[in-house]
Each structure stands twice: as C-alpha cells, then as structure tokens.
C-alpha cells in the first residue's frame, strides 16, 4: 500500500470520526442539563477517553531549549487564572457577587445550540490531549 | 465597577494573556506553547490520567450539573 493511499485513508477516518462527533455533540446538546439522558451523554465520552488515557502511552516528552521566562508566564498565567477562580468561588459564586467560570458561562449554554457547539469543543478537547 | 464586573474584567484580562502567550509562543519556536504545557503535564501515566480526569470533570460540570 502506497503512502499517499494511507494518508488518504487517515483523512478518510479522520473526517468520518469529525461527522461522529458532531452528530453526538447535536445530540447531546438538546439534553436539558440535571436530566439522566445529559449525564449518560457526558458519563461515555469521559469514560472512553479515560480509558484510552491509560491504555494509549504516547510518551512524549517536551521539546527542549524552550525559555525558562515562557514556561514561568504560562505557569503564572495558570495560577491566575486557577486562584481567580477559587477566589469567586469562595466568595459566595453568583452572577450578582463574584461570579465564577460557571455563573458566566452558563448565560451562554442556555440555548440547544451553544451548547452542542460547547460539547463539540469538548470533545474535540479531550482528542487533542488523547495526542499529547 | 460593581464586584461582579471587577471580577468579569479580572477573567477577561487572564483569559487575554494567555491567549495573547500562546499567539507569541506559535510564532517563536523558543517559547513553550499550550501543546508543550500539557505535554509536560502529562509525560507520565499519573499525569495523562490526572488531566483527563480534569477534563471529564470539566463536561460533567458544564453539562450535567
């Protein structure tokens, strides 16, 4: 089998698992959150990306030479980022007081719509951290 | 600025940064990206187990509860 003939069935495979998750994060998304229908939806994709966390090992390493300043931006970066969140948290949550990630994000996954594009990205996250 | 926009505008400004860091990091092939971030953080069973664990959380979260 030639290389251009693997490489066209890699995108083949790619795409039809792209139309997958897109017609799964459609479905999903028209389930009401605090429902089981939601949970079991959300429950499958975490479960199998769990699993294969642990069954494929890229291991992968970073690359080496990167700048020590960079690496300590994007820790401090994280650390805001983390703090602010547990911040608002313990201040009380709420849109009113000091909102959360959650309280501002969920004016926006209100509607069927966001929220299966919300899902899709979801999805298409934990694949790309499967490739890590 | 009431407390809830004071802490809108403390987000925005955090989120901005890092989306600001990662732009910088692509064009320079010296800076770690988000791809390395992870990548660091998930060079042992442990780690790939813990971050995936975070993810799946983060879907519950923001779809189930």
């Known amino acids: ?132 | 600025m009431t407390a809830s926009q004071a802490t809108v505008l403390a987000f925005a400004v955090v989120t901005v940064g890092l989306v600001l860091l990662e732009g910088l990091a692509r064009r320079s092939p010296a800076w770690p990206n988000i791809g390395d971030v992870f990548t660091l953080l998930m060079r042992r069973p442990a780690g790939r187990f813990l971050v995936m664990l975070g993810w799946w959380w983060l879907g519950w979260h923001f779809f189930v509860r």
Do not use: C, K
């Open chain 1, 1 to 132: 089998m030639s290389a251009q003939t693997i490489a066209v069935e890699r995108r083949r495979r790619r795409g039809l698992l792209v139309a997958g998750a897109a017609l799964y994060a459609w479905i999903a998304g028209h389930y009401t959150p605090f429902t089981w229908p939601a949970a079991v939806v959300t429950f499958i994709p975490g479960a199998v990306g769990l699993a294969l966390s642990t069954r494929l090992p890229r291991g992968t390493s970073p690359r080496r030479g990167l700048s020590r300043g960079v690496w300590i931006a994007w820790a401090a970066g994280i650390a805001a980022f983390v703090g602010l969140e547990t911040f608002a948290f313990f201040a009380g949550s709420s849109s009113e007081g000091h909102p959360t990630v959650s309280n501002i994000v969920n004016h926006a996954l209100h509607r069927n719509e966001t929220r299966a594009l919300a899902f899709f990205g979801w999805l298409a996250f934990g694949d790309w951290l499967l490739r890590r």
